[in-house]
């Protein structure tokens, strides 16, 4: 079964889509990309005990949610590639708003019982509150690692948590099992965040992170942190333009050790989401392990590019997939 197309369907046959043409227009849009995280609660959904059908309201919620998040993040960072700049402000907010309630709707008019529907309504309501509240927060450019923690558990955790809970419950998973998926969840999003940082940092030519004076984890501990190059990083970001001095900056990220503290973040959070996975009984675990790999294999090849020794634990799940 084609998730995609499934929730793209299903989103263009509501009546309040059929009548907005910029509503489909967004939803067609947003399926031909295939984003992965549509998947999340088809995974979560299997990995229980469900099949691919009974996840297409979850997925297609996500996939509205999703729409949502990104309009209001462009506006909010000033994304020269946000659609606010081809539809206006006004048409972008109230399309936001739009995709929040239509994806809410379709949980709504899923097949999934009244307490399904219900705890499934809760979770994506609570996701979008404190989404909206990590939005705030990174609209005013975190400088200092609490206040990092604090946006990475508002705006980056919770959507994954929220859209491998919401397809548990629609698998039929007890809620327990369910709120555990949810952790698990949660603690994907974070190395997400953790991946995405990495990555941004020691990309070339310098990330809009470097130009816009944005503090992704390795950025942040090299400014923060008390080492030796800390003045002459400092120094060398004022010029960040100039790839002489990008280079330079980031041979310092591997030297005081932001991205030895990232690896070790990383490392961290991958081992706490397999002790969760170790201690549920899932008929398809391997469907959630995947997720971990799919993190992981990336962040292994920027070791091999930039140097740094894997840890031989990366790759080891604590038990046998299948």
């Avoid at 206040?147 to 994954?160: A, C, D, G, H, I």
């Avoid at 120094?235 to 503290?261: F, H, K, M, N, W």
């Amino acid at each position: 079964m084609d998730i995609y197309e499934e929730a793209r369907s299903t989103l263009l046959e509501m009546s309040i889509v059929k009548s907005w043409a910029e509503m489909q227009n967004a939803v067609e849009k947003m399926a031909a990309r295939r984003p992965r995280d549509w998947q999340l609660p088809m995974l979560a959904c299997v990995a229980v005990g469900g099949n691919s059908k009974q996840a297409v309201p979850a997925s297609s919620a996500i996939g509205c949610m999703q729409m949502s998040i990104i309009l209001v993040d462009d506006m909010l960072d000033e994304d020269p590639r946000g659609e606010y700049h081809h539809i206006g402000v006004g048409a972008a907010s109230n399309l936001a708003s739009a995709l929040q309630a239509v994806g809410m709707e379709v949980i709504s008019q899923s097949g999934a019982s009244m307490d399904v529907k219900l705890g499934a309504l809760r979770c994506l309501n609570q996701m979008m509150l404190t989404t909206a509240l990590g939005q705030h927060l990174d609209a005013q450019n975190p400088q200092d690692e609490e206040t990092y923690w604090e946006l990475v558990r508002t705006k980056s955790s919770p959507f994954f948590g929220a859209a491998l809970y919401v397809g548990a419950l629609l698998g039929r998973a007890d809620p327990e099992t369910a709120a555990q998926i949810d952790k698990f969840g949660q603690l994907y999003g974070e190395m997400i965040q953790i991946h995405d940082d990495l990555n941004d940092s020691m990309e070339t030519p310098a990330n809009p992170d470097w130009t816009q004076g944005r503090a992704p984890l390795p950025i942040l501990f090299a400014q923060v942190v008390d080492h030796p190059d800390r003045e002459r990083f400092l120094q060398l970001r004022r010029d960040i333009a100039d790839p002489d001095a990008l280079t330079e900056a980031q041979t310092i990220l591997i030297r005081c050790g932001a991205v030895s503290y990232c690896i070790d973040q990383l490392l961290r959070r991958v081992q706490a989401a397999r002790e969760i996975l170790d201690k549920l009984s899932l008929v398809h675990p391997e469907k959630l392990e995947g997720l971990i790999a799919d993190v992981v294999d990336p962040v292994t090849n920027l070791f091999a590019e930039i140097g740094v020794e894997q840890p031989e634990a990366f790759l080891k799940p604590s038990k046998p997939v299948t």
